[in-house]
């Protein structure tokens, strides 16, 4: 008769425990933080997932939700940090909800902390790097990025502890395993939003993942890279209390890499019709037209979205749709090229 092993099966089903109650805990923080969404502060859903995500760290080492003096102070960090950046990056922030924000900061008892928070945030932007170079300046963006992140989570962990001060939580975003996982999530939160409004951030003169490094498509792919290191769990301890905060990077990173591929492909698009009719303006006239044209080159949809944007300039759908089915052979080979290049040169993201 076979012997049972009964430690490893009592192992295991003290794992499945764990597990359980770590996801029962996060679906108490998440029907408890319901009612941030339509409170109106914070102002939104992703910064009540951030409440909700703390609460959860909360119960986890203490064994209670957060207070809702607590959470109401959360909410109004949030938002103020929001202001704050959006004023160093010129990006019109409303002056009434920075002092707002800035005086329920005050009334919470935190604003000597929200006064060092600034001045650190103000010395961080002051030294950014510009945007435009080569995969040198793509790793200063990612470091000025991530310090940014971590300052910034730093001073929302603190705020939720009510006991670190706002170095001790610095250090945690780097130490701490939960805080970790938070840092990454927002990471590629960060790269979702650089990807979203890379044409802002570049008429803006911003440094992002996407306007750090010329050109469009090798910035993409350093972007793929970092994101997928972000996302990277297996240096992750693979402990019940955080499964739900690894469930939750692992939907992010997916998030992530699903808008980097959709904008990639755009943004590929975009810019290969738009050197086709500079090509065609200049006289270019493709060997390979009828030919092209009769593999099925010419489909309505690519008629109805893409072509009507040069129509304007009195150039024949038949040469359009010639020179676009020959560059995108070719944009396909330097886009090729340019994996290549990010995968051997790219610096690593995490």
Request: hydrophobic share 45%; charged share 25%.
């Amino acid at each position: 008769m076979p012997r049972v092993n009964f430690e490893g099966v009592g192992e295991a089903w003290n794992a499945l425990r764990a597990g359980v109650s770590s996801l029962s805990i996060a679906a108490g923080s998440l029907l408890r933080g319901l009612s941030l969404l339509v409170a109106g502060r914070p102002r939104t859903p992703l910064r009540a997932l951030c409440i909700m995500a703390f609460d959860l760290l909360h119960t986890l080492d203490h064994a209670e939700p957060l207070a809702r003096d607590r959470i109401r102070a959360l909410a109004a960090l949030l938002d103020f940090g929001a202001c704050a950046n959006a004023a160093f990056d010129n990006k019109g922030c409303c002056p009434h909800e920075y002092q707002s924000t800035r005086q329920l900061l005050e009334e919470a008892g935190i604003g000597w902390s929200v006064a060092d928070y600034v001045r650190r945030l103000a010395q961080i932007e002051a030294s950014r790097p510009a945007p435009g170079g080569d995969y040198g300046r793509f790793r200063e963006v990612v470091l000025y990025r991530e310090a940014v992140v971590r300052l910034s989570l730093g001073m929302v962990a603190a705020t939720a502890d009510g006991r670190l001060e706002l170095d001790e939580a610095i250090r945690a975003t780097g130490c701490d395993w939960g805080l970790e996982i938070l840092f990454r999530i927002v990471m590629l939160c960060q790269i979702i939003d650089d990807v979203l409004d890379y044409s802002q951030d570049l008429s803006a003169g911003l440094p992002s993942f996407l306007t750090a490094v010329e050109p469009l498509p090798q910035a993409f792919e350093a972007t793929r890279v970092a994101a997928r290191e972000y996302a990277d769990r297996r240096d992750l301890p693979q402990t019940a209390a955080l499964l739900p905060l690894r469930l939750a990077l692992c939907l992010v990173s997916i998030s992530a890499q699903l808008v980097i591929v959709v904008r990639r492909r755009a943004y590929s698009v975009r810019a290969c019709d738009d050197n086709i009719v500079q090509s065609l303006e200049a006289g270019y006239s493709s060997p390979v037209c009828d030919s092209l044209i009769e593999a099925g080159r010419e489909s309505d949809a690519f008629l109805q979205n893409a072509f009507p944007r040069f129509e304007s300039r009195q150039i024949s759908r038949r040469e359009f749709c010639a020179a676009r089915g020959g560059a995108q052979e070719v944009s396909a080979n330097s886009e090729r090229e340019c994996r290549f290049a990010a995968q051997s040169r790219c610096p690593q993201g995490g």
